[in-house]
């Protein structure tokens, strides 16, 4: 038995801690054990469904309720699962259809799992010649042993960002999810026994699904967890849960932390209480110091620590966790030469008043290495700024595409990420940005990320709703243009002010103008189903 599945069944007899789901209006608490009686009968169901060792299944569920016994009956089936980008109500349904039936085809998933609020996709599936199998009918499978793992098993198929139409997922195994889980509760500090863990994270996201599901089950941690929409219904219903349960590990994209402190400016004194809270993870997307600042002011009367704030660097390809800081460490930030860091490609620290501020991401999490590479694929040393390569146990062999199998991993394990970054002398790791999305002006290198987080400062702009978008150079001068949304679209002298002051914060934090600066309304920029932003689709909004 793998060591993954091992460690889960052995929680599952002996933890006395749960799961909470339903909250705000129904609150449901249910122990390891009772999940995993669950899944036993959903393991009946699946063995009876002709699910069995080294299958793939497709999830399409919300609820984590259902979620939770559904990944551990397929993990005592031997087989993997790959949760499906779910609709929203503002998804075309033909079109995602196509791309649900290219994934399925992609990952030869044997069957696909079913689940409120997503009865609706039933027929749509079905009709595709895609075998269903709906939760309710696993609910009443006969009660079934799990079968034997090996460490090699696949144990998730995770789909990366942005995988519609020619997806690509990460192929993660048994030994993978274990040594990052492990990684994690060790860095954090973790005690499964005490500790309660707060979370609206969507569960086909890894950040939900293994930071806020799986490792919980695995070590039998207390988790409350609700869904995106309830967050998004009502942000400070986040809040109040930390308080409500005494909470002390939560996580959540940088936007959230801006729309809490929004929210907790506006309440009244005592109406929640953040004073237990140990650890609050800021991850999936660029962190912003001066939202992280906004937070802490925003929640020191509700008895926040400061900190508790803990800017974090992940990815799919390392199952999770590449970076985390020792808690009770708070935000630190790195102060380097903006013209070092954008013309010489070194971070040299600087105490001038325009330096730029990075904040750092933590050290590596224990069973990772990283190195940063220059063009020229030599190693560079601290604060050379380059390529964040990486390799460890944790670290996916790679990808399952349209086309096949690719691996992910050079001749000696490196696997690159993508991400333009360095490590300072005490090995903090600080990310600048994707390589793909640096704009190269009059030979500087300028940061979508610090674009976007001037752009975001202006009043009127949604959080975590602005995008720096590159304009491929041709016979030209590279530039780039900026598209921000506001919910103000239909008052024209806003859109002005808002449209003037984005090029004027642009100008003052980068030193450079944006050729365009598009004021839209919301929901109209290009997102992936996780919430980042997808750059390279969003020319098409400044008309380019």
Known sequence: MSKFTEVMYATATTSTRGLVTGEPDVPLRQTWGEIHRQARRMAGGLAAAGIGHGDTIGVLAGMPVDIAPVCQATWMRGASLTMLHQPTPRTDLSVWTRDTETVIGMITASAVIVGAPFEAAVPL????????????????????????????????????????????????????????????????????????????????????????????????????????????????????????????????????????AHRLALAEDGAV???????????????????????????????????????????????????????GLGMVLDLVDPDLLEAGGMAVPSRRSNARRLPTLGTLVSGLEGRVVGEDGQELPPRGVGIIELRGASVTSGYLTVDGPQPTQDADGWISTGDVGYFTEDGLVVVCGRVKDVIIMGGRNIYPTDIERAAGSVRGVRPGNAVAIRLDAGQKREGFAVAVETNDIDQPDEVRRIEHEVTHAVVAEVGARPRTVAVLGPGSIPKTSSGKLRRANSIALIGG
């Not at 009709?127 to 609910?139: A, P, Y």
């Not at 696949?154 to 990366?160: A, C, D, K, M, W």
């Open 125 to 260: 599936l079905a009709e595709r010649g895609v075998r269903v199998v709906t939760i309710d009918h696993l609910r009443a499978g006969p009660d079934t042993d799990p079968v034997e793992t090996a460490e090699s098993d696949v144990v998730v198929q995770q789909l990366t960002s942005g995988s519609t139409g020619s997806p690509k997922a990460v192929r993660l195994t048994h030994a993978n999810l274990n040594a990052n889980a492990c990684a994690m509760l060790d860095r954090l500090k973790i005690s499964p026994e005490q500790d309660v863990m707060i979370s609206w994270l969507p569960l086909f996201h890894d950040m939900g699904m293994i930071g806020f599901l799986t490792v919980p089950m695995l070590f039998g941690a207390e988790v409350v967890s609700i869904t995106p929409l309830d967050f998004l219904h009502a942000p400070i219903l986040w809040a109040e849960l930390m308080g409500k349960y005494r909470g002390a590990v939560t996580a959540a994209p940088n936007f959230a932390y801006s729309v809490l």
């Open 273 to 327: 209480d953040l004073s237990t809270m140990r650890c609050l993870l800021n991850g999936a997307e660029p962190v912003d110091p001066d939202t992280l600042i906004a937070f802490a002011e925003a929640g020191a009367r509700f008895g926040l620590d400061p900190m508790a704030l803990a800017p974090t660097y992940g990815m799919a390809e390392v199952t999770l966790a590449v970076s985390l800081a020792e808690p």
